[in-house]
């Protein structure tokens, strides 16, 4: 199967030049699953996913699975997906991260909880030279929020580390489960995405200014904003 070709965006976003750069995916929802999709049709080849969940009717309504999928582990259904609309290869880790596995230089943080998030933060992310970005997501049925920071960098650290809250705070239906729009999550990932296009261009010199810290959506009425930790 021949690879995606790229050229229609090489000019914004050149993966011949973001080369072998490792990104780490860690959780496959509804954001996730976008995310890794949306890597992969950048271009970019060294893509490590993380989830040890399975696919369910429920999911296919907000995620990038299909019916087909339902039963099968995330990520194996996520791997066959890339392959089959990029032609590219990823490489998937069927198991619970919990900051002791080594990651690499981009880090998408997107668990289910507030929980583990803090847990791979404090283990395997804060102060650890070797990530230079971390993206973390948050969203609600009408909002989102999108976090990129450089864990090593004091003031950006003190800043996230401001955001944190307990599951508890987190938005949920009246069943209990937690609200997942999947337009919302469209966005979100989207945005996502572009936060890591964005911190790529101004490493190599294709873009000015500088990265927002924090970016703030919300959809009903639209609004947004950003803000710097630095």
Same mark, same amino acid.
């Given at each position: 199967?021949?690879?995606?070709? /790229? ?123 070797? /990530? ?90 639209? /609004? ?5 930790? /630095?």
């Amino acid at each position: 199967m021949n690879q995606i070709d /790229t050229t229609r965006h090489a000019s914004v976003f050149s993966a011949q030049l973001f080369g072998n750069r490792r990104v780490d995916v860690i959780g496959a929802g509804a954001t996730g699953s976008r995310i890794v999709l949306a890597l992969a049709k950048l271009g970019i080849e060294n893509i490590h996913v993380w989830d040890f969940d399975t696919v369910e009717e429920h999911n296919i309504a907000n995620q990038a699975y299909t019916l087909s999928d339902i039963g099968r582990a995330k990520v194996d259904a996520l791997k066959d997906l890339v392959k089959r609309s990029t032609g590219l290869d990823i490489t998937t880790h069927s198991e619970k991260v919990d900051g002791t596995q080594e990651l690499g230089e981009v880090v998408f943080l997107l668990t289910d909880t507030m929980a583990s998030r803090k847990e791979i933060w404090q283990k395997g992310l804060r102060y650890k030279s070797r /990530t230079k970005l971390m993206i973390e997501t948050r969203m609600g049925v009408d909002e989102g929020r999108v976090y990129s920071i450089n864990p090593i960098k004091p003031a950006q650290v003190t800043g996230w580390e401001s955001t944190l809250y307990d599951d508890a705070a987190s938005e949920s239906s009246a069943c209990g489960a937690r609200i997942s729009v999947g337009p919302t999550a469209e966005i979100v990932s989207g945005t996502a995405v572009w936060q890591l296009m964005r911190w790529f261009g101004l490493q190599n010199g294709k873009t000015t200014g500088s990265l927002a810290h924090e970016v703030i959506f919300l959809l009903n009425p639209h /609004t947004s904003l950003t803000r710097d930790f /630095t």
